[in-house]
Nanobody, 132 residues
């Protein structure tokens, strides 16, 4: 069964950095657009995580939500079948559970970044806590 596993979360002070890694089994990430989502504290049972960044199938186009633009960077390693989220200048409001997913769509319109996971289940996620 195709799965993803996120890792690399932790607790950092505001202004610090973390690198999250998404590892896939049963998927070849090079065949899919990939994205990172996050769910804020207290939202565990309310709604799906919000998409924050995505990478095109060819890996040549990356899109970002406005509030992470310039601070986060998505990339992938085709040989290792991993997708990485480099997060710099972290803020307390970045505290969330972070998830990766293969995507059915990723684009921007007048409403901003639009992403849709095509996975039937979310991975375990990795928790990022940013202290002030």
């Amino acid at each position: 069964q195709a799965q993803v596993t996120e890792s690399g979360g932790g607790t950092v002070q505001a202004g610090g950095s973390l690198t999250l890694t998404c590892t896939g089994t049963g998927w070849r990430f090079a065949d899919h657009a990939m994205g990172w989502f996050r769910r804020l504290p207290g939202k565990e049972f309310e709604e799906d995580p919000e998409g924050i960044t995505c990478l095109s199938v060819r890996g040549d186009v990356a899109l970002y939500r406005e509030y992470v633009k310039g601070r986060f960077r998505i990339s992938r390693n085709v040989l290792a079948n991993t997708v990485t989220l480099q997060m710099d200048n972290l803020k307390p409001e970045d505290t969330a559970m972070y998830y990766c997913a293969t995507l059915g769509s990723c684009f921007t319109d007048y409403r901003g970044l639009r992403m849709a996971s095509k996975m039937s289940n979310w991975g375990p996620g990795t928790l990022v806590t940013v202290s002030s």
